[in-house]
T-cell receptor, first 114, second 109 residues
Framework: TAGITQAPTSQILAAGRSMTLRCTQDMRHNAMYWYRQDLGLGLRLIHYSNTAGTTGKGEVPDGYSVSRANTDDFPLTLASAVPSQTSVYFC?????????????FGDGTRLSIL | GQNIDQPTEMTATEGAIVQINCTYQTSGFNGLFWYQQHAGEAPTFLSYNVLDGLEEKGRFSSFLSRSKGYSYLLLKELQMKDSASYLCAPMDSNYQLIWGAGTKLIIKP
């Protein structure tokens, strides 16, 4: 059972470079989410998508962009990375957005910006 | 503003019972989730409460009081594998989860 797959598992990136974090789910979930998790803080929502073709901004969207061309994929792009974007990034999905369905998480991408 | 408060760390003994408290303030409320997260791993769903009262699921139970903005997670018959962080996450009026920083639970033999 694959569930949600994130790639890469970890990455070291030079400041100023661009990077796309990949997220694919095989559960046919309508809603997908990107979070960042930093030590001592709760998960913070970056962007979300309630259905293919739509996206929305979360709590901390600046410096990040997303697209949702189909149901399965939800890539997150850092156009010009900065050290403050060093974090663990989690992709999640739920059966439907705007509802109380539980979110299911991928294993995360550990990103270091130098 | 929206705020979640839960203890940073707790220690308990194998075989014992532990209660992890969470108080919250959100803009609207659409239920509260508890997740477990082992170090270096993804959060995994444990429970969901939307009505006041206790929901029991095996060794884990979760309680909600909406009027008090309060929830707790009760873990019974603790096992070493229960050592993890426990995340409290109420859902606001926009159906977005507001995440606490988590409670790191350390189980000692």
């Amino acid at each position: 059972t694959a569930g949600i797959t994130q790639a890469p598992t970890s990455q070291i990136l030079a400041a100023g470079r661009s990077m796309t974090l990949r997220c694919t789910q095989d559960m046919r979930h309508n809603a997908m989410y990107w979070y960042r998790q930093d030590l001592g803080l709760g998960l913070r929502l970056i962007h979300y998508s309630n259905t293919a073709g739509t996206t929305g901004k979360g709590e901390v969207p600046d410096g990040y962009s997303v697209s949702r061309a189909n149901t399965d994929d939800f890539p997150l792009t850092l156009a010009s990375a900065v050290p403050s974007q060093t974090s663990v990034y989690f992709c999640a999905s739920s059966d439907s957005g705007g509802s109380n369905q539980p979110q299911h998480f991928g294993d995360g991408t550990r990103l270091s910006i130098l | 503003g929206q705020n979640i408060d839960q203890p940073t760390e707790m220690t308990a003994t194998e075989g014992a019972i532990v209660q992890i408290n969470c108080t919250y303030q959100t803009s609207g409320f659409n239920g509260l989730f508890w997740y477990q997260q082992h170090a270096g791993e993804a959060p995994t769903f444990l429970s969901y409460n939307v009505l006041d009262g206790l929901e029991e699921k095996g060794r884990f139970s979760s309680f909600l009081s909406r009027s008090k903005g309060y929830s707790y997670l009760l873990l019974k018959e603790l096992q070493m594998k229960d050592s993890a962080s426990y995340l409290c996450a109420p859902m606001d009026s926009n159906y977005q989860l507001i995440w606490g920083a988590g409670t790191k639970l350390i189980i000692k033999p």
